[in-house]
């Protein structure tokens, strides 16, 4: 398998994250967490959009019914271009201080799966949720450090997640009818003296693509958890991968120059730009939010 990585956007995101490819627009979304603003690239003209937010931003998902669904730190919104914010439909007030949004991604069915973690210290008092078309909420697990790596097979048998800091890729046993996971077991083990799993996605053979902070690479997984190549990239902090494009094989990862050193920065100028690597895989198209 052969990979040609470019510059998809130059930038300067704190903490690029979040890719989301809307085949409906040809258009990629992202997030910049700690720079509050929502980027949309449209690559086959180079037009770009920015939306400042008035809170760190963990996600913005488009919605099948126009908009987009967006989760600032603590709460959840719907998002309208035109108009703004509206008042938030969920939010973490009950979960304690230091807990915010992190990870997301939408399943098949279009619900949307979003974990949080505690950026005050790494403790275990993050969790998994499952935000319904109805915009019900259900807590899925608990007990979580850093929420990462969400991500599902083509066959919708299998859901990954991954707890940063313990540098594991985990896989669950997916009900897709139901929306709900069981039979939790740990996949991949991350080696490498600093590389910590982030982000991911899954190609339509069932690999899985995994961005790994501080590791500056991706790597992709075999569904048995073998590895199968790196992609090496130019920055130590890649945060999350989506595939794109009319034929969904060209791989969008964001990276972040949040907390590197002037030192670091002058050796790797791209940290914080968005990357996209030509593959020989294809994605599995994104699904909108369906509420």
Do not use: K
């Amino acid at each position: 398998m052969s990979y040609e990585t470019r510059i998809a956007a130059h930038g300067h995101d704190l903490l690029g994250e979040s890719p989301f490819w809307d085949a409906v627009d040809q258009a990629l979304t992202w997030v910049d967490i700690y720079g509050r603003q929502i980027h949309r690239l449209h690559p086959a003209t180079g037009a770009r959009q920015l939306w400042s937010m008035p809170d760190r931003v963990a996600t913005a998902i488009p919605r099948a019914h126009g908009g987009m669904l967006v989760a600032l730190s603590r709460s959840l919104h719907m998002f309208e271009p035109a108009t703004g914010l509206a008042a938030a439909f969920f939010s973490l007030d009950q979960a304690g201080p230091g807990i915010r949004f992190n990870d997301a991604r939408t399943d098949s069915h279009g619900r949307l799966w979003i974990g949080t973690m505690n950026e005050a210290d790494e403790v275990r008092t993050g969790a998994l949720y499952r935000i319904d078309a109805d915009l019900g909420c259900t807590r899925i697990e608990q007990g979580i450090a850093i929420s990462n790596g969400i991500g599902f097979s083509p066959d919708n048998t299998r859901f990954y997640f991954a707890d940063t800091p313990e540098r594991v890729i985990r896989a669950y046993d997916f009900d897709s009818a139901a929306g709900t996971i069981g039979n939790r077991r740990d996949l991949i083990i991350v080696d490498g003296d600093s590389a910590y799993p982030d982000g991911s996605t899954v190609d339509r053979e069932g690999y899985i693509w995994n961005a790994q902070w501080e590791g500056s690479r991706v790597v992709r997984y075999a569904p048995d958890g073998r590895i199968d190549a790196v992609l090496t990239l130019p920055v130590s902090r890649p945060t999350c991968c989506v595939f794109g494009g009319a034929d969904l094989r060209t791989l969008y990862v964001t990276s972040a120059c949040m907390e590197l050193t002037g030192a670091e920065l002058r050796t790797q100028p791209l940290a914080g730009s968005l990357f996209a690597i030509e593959t020989d895989a294809t994605g599995i198209a994104c699904t909108r939010f369906a509420g």
